[in-house]
């Protein structure tokens, strides 16, 4: 009888290699290969090599290297790679891959080689994450754009090609962190600016020829193997290293990483004149700084002693403003917006409108985009703060503190307030319907709008008011810029009501697929603005609410959008009223249709498909098509990574105006997340991430392509 392990295998690394042999093209090479199960280790696939747990001996093997090279292979390299978690090594280079590296690949791989495979785009994410890669190949391709600062943790790394690419651009900051580099090859590309931050590398071998490098290079990479002719380095002496700065080390060997220390430009002179510039003068520098940074600590405390006030007086005399650091989340309850696994990102999208006469597309920002928390202002208040705009759907609120938001921070109304509102919550008021009630329109005397939930008697059995108000009590600390704000609430003659704010745009559902023949449809970036804004408020609700905050219901209907399209999930904290999943709506994941059980995964899942919805514009169930393409997961997912599928696959609505670099890293987040195993699937951070840098590159997007470049399969890639 197999084993568990083999089980393991069989649904897992099994698929993804079934799923690469697919992309492949099933070609004849891979021997003993096949596209429907198989027992790689038994059969002796081709470039497979397993191992067994030596813990473990009668446990089945595992695969933990996989190398193709060289074998004339076409396609692609499948998007379930990242179940492969025993593979270590995995080499596809010099075969002919083309498109862009996938975001899914193995992610425990010490060696990653996808050296002369025709690719473009951009470094994938992911390789950020696989902090045990010792080498990393991507020479020989067609790699473009700024190399992204992701490097801060791959410490392991010894060996680092990027050479015979298009990378432009400085090298990252995250570089200083590679303290293991030995050998690294960066040239013959069009990197900028200076090498300063491999000085205090390891390093042994470095070629950074032919590029478009300025300054000086670094006294310590003098004494290495050092390739660096075709760049514009300055001539003469470098200036003197910055106050402080301790001396040029010898070799690389007895080099220590920069970490925070600032990188010198060294001299290409000789010893004696640096040393001494280098160590008198820096020395007495540093004694100076020194004193001029014990003076200042001792101000700094005797100026907070003298301003000292209580906790009672500032509470009366300021106005609320940003909290210097994230306070730690209370246990059980969710009163912080500060994420507790990565800073909030910043990133001002304005909404290009449509136009029949424009064929370019492009993301309008207000600022460049910032990935740092914005500066603190102790002595401002958001209302004198003209940075902050209630349409801006990334600005951060206004988190109120435990003690005022317990009792409930919501307005107690009368039923009969609500009945007068709604008119007797008649027909002509109704906006929405849903499994735990119905949803009304109210104007109050004031003419304030609001939208009033009824709460079906089935989803709150019995007289359960104390439950009613401790989750009221729970919604109404929920406070994020996308996520629907609980104005009030009503509980009385056994009826349970909850007052949101109202949007008069209505729903995501309502713009994709109700929209009449004189609306106009959604345009890219506003869709990725939506799609990026609802995945911050589930990484709010997953990640900074302590305990996460599962949301059960995630679907375009509950995505409402403001004037300025915005999103807001709403039904946020009320995953109690949910009953158990309705299997014919397309947002259930498969766990939860097989055994019921929610996990903040099953809610990635459901977003996965609402981005689907976006990319599409097709439901996730439809009846009415073919039986094939009515689940819309099973039907748009084994084509997500082929460009011309995909270009097919999107919402005709946008009549072929969007960014194709932006489509096709959209389309690899909705692959990830809607994996069938959901210890797979991303945290939400990781998918704000990836959203974020898909923003900024569409922000630096030169050209968009038109319908008809889309058709011809010519698709243009963007430059970024």
């Not at 080390?249 to 925070?260: D, L, S």
């Not at 704000?485 to 009503?490: D, F, R, V």
């Not at 990640?543 to 946020?572: G, R, T, Y």
């Not at 900024?696 to 470049?709: F, H, P, Y």
Request: proline share 6%; charged share 15%.
């Amino acid at each position: 009888m197999f084993g568990l392990g083999w089980v393991v295998l069989c649904c897992y690394a099994v698929s993804a290699l079934n799923a690469m042999y697919q992309g492949l093209n099933s070609p004849g090479q891979l021997t003993k290969w096949t596209s429907t199960g198989g027992d790689p280790c038994a059969d002796n696939w081709k470039g497979i090599t397993c191992s067994t747990n030596s813990a473990s001996p009668s446990s089945s093997s595992r695969v933990t290297q996989i190398n193709l090279s060289s074998l004339g292979l076409s396609g692609g390299i499948g998007f379930q790679l990242s179940s492969l978690t025993a593979v270590t090594d995995f080499d596809v280079s010099n075969n002919n891959l083309g498109n862009q590296i996938p975001y899914s690949l193995p992610p425990n791989l010490q060696t990653l080689n996808l050296a002369g495979c025709g690719y473009s785009g951009s470094l994938p994410y992911s390789i950020s994450q696989m902090t045990s890669l010792k080498s990393l190949n991507v020479a020989h391709n067609q790699i473009s754009g700024q190399l992204p600062d992701m490097f801060g943790q791959l410490s392991a790394i010894t060996t680092l090609d990027l050479s015979f690419n298009s990378f432009t651009g400085d090298l990252p900051e995250s570089f200083s962190m590679l303290s293991s580099a030995t050998d690294m090859y960066l040239q013959n590309n069009q990197f900028t600016g200076t090498i300063d931050v491999l000085a205090n590398l390891p390093l042994k071998n470095l070629n950074v020829a032919n590029n478009k490098f300025t300054g000086w290079v670094p006294s310590q990479l003098n004494n290495i193997n050092l390739q660096k002719d075709g760049n514009s380095w300055n001539s003469g002496p470098a200036p003197p290293p910055p106050p402080g700065t301790p001396p040029a080390g010898g070799g690389g060997q007895n080099r220590r990483p920069a970490g925070n220390i600032p990188s010198t430009s060294g001299s290409s002179g000789g010893g004696g004149g640096g040393k001494k510039s280098g160590v008198g003068g820096g020395a007495i520098a540093g004694i100076v700084i020194s004193v001029l940074v014990v003076a200042a600590i001792v101000a700094f405390f005797l100026l907070r002693k003298r301003s000292k006030k209580s906790s009672t007086d500032i509470e009366k005399t300021e106005d609320r403003s940003f909290p210097p650091v994230a306070p730690p989340p209370v246990e059980g309850k969710c009163d912080s917006f500060y994420s507790n696994t990565s800073f909030i990102y910043f990133v001002e999208m304005k909404p290009v409108q449509a136009s029949s006469m424009v064929n370019t597309i492009k993301f309008e920002t207000a600022d460049a985009i910032n990935l740092k928390p914005p500066p603190f202002n102790h002595h401002k208040s958001f209302g004198e703060d003209k940075s902050f705009d209630e349409n801006d759907f990334s600005a951060v609120p206004v988190v109120p503190k435990k003690a005022d938001v317990a009792p409930p921070d919501a307005t107690s109304y009368t039923v009969a307030d609500l009945q007068i509102a709604t008119n007797s919550f008649s027909a002509d008021n109704l906006i929405g319907e849903g499994s735990t009630g119905r949803v009304f329109r109210a104007e109050f005397e004031d003419g304030k709008v609001v939208a009033v939930k009824k709460i079906v008697s089935s989803a709150l059995p019995g007289a359960m008011s104390d439950d009613f108000i401790d989750m009221v009590s729970d919604v109404s600390r929920l406070r994020h810029p996308n996520i629907t704000e609980l104005i009030g609430y009503c509980s009385e003659h056994g009826q349970h009501l909850l007052v949101y704010e109202f949007f008069k745009n209505g729903s995501l559902y309502d713009f994709l697929h109700l929209s009449d023949e004189y609306s106009k449809p959604l345009i890219w970036n506003a869709r990725v603005k939506i799609a990026l804004g609802t995945a911050r408020a589930l990484e709010y609700l997953h990640e900074v609410c302590s305990p996460s905050v599962i949301h059960k219901n995630i679907k375009s209907a509950n995505i409402l959008l403001d004037s300025e399209l915005n999103p807001h999930l709403s039904e946020c904290g009320l995953s109690s009223l949910v009953s158990d999943a309705d299997q014919t709506s397309g947002y259930s994941a498969p766990e939860v249709s097989m055994s019921g059980q929610y996990t903040i995964k099953s809610d990635v899942y459901g977003f996965g498909v609402t981005m689907l919805e976006l990319l599409t514009g097709r439901k996730p169930f439809d009846s009415s098509r073919t039986r094939a393409e009515q689940s819309l997961v099973r039907w748009a997912t084994p084509q997500l990574h082929d460009m011309d599928a995909l270009a097919k696959m999107v919402d005709p609505a946008l009549k072929g105006l969007y960014p194709v670099k932006s489509l096709s890293r959209f389309a690899d987040v909705i692959a990830l997340c809607v994996q069938a195993e959901p210890e797979f699937r991303p945290a939400m951070s990781e998918v704000v991430e990836a959203l974020v840098r898909l923003v900024q590159r569409a922000n630096m997007s030169k050209r968009t392509v038109g319908t008809e470049q889309g058709r011809s399969g010519g698709i243009q890639e963007f430059m970024s």
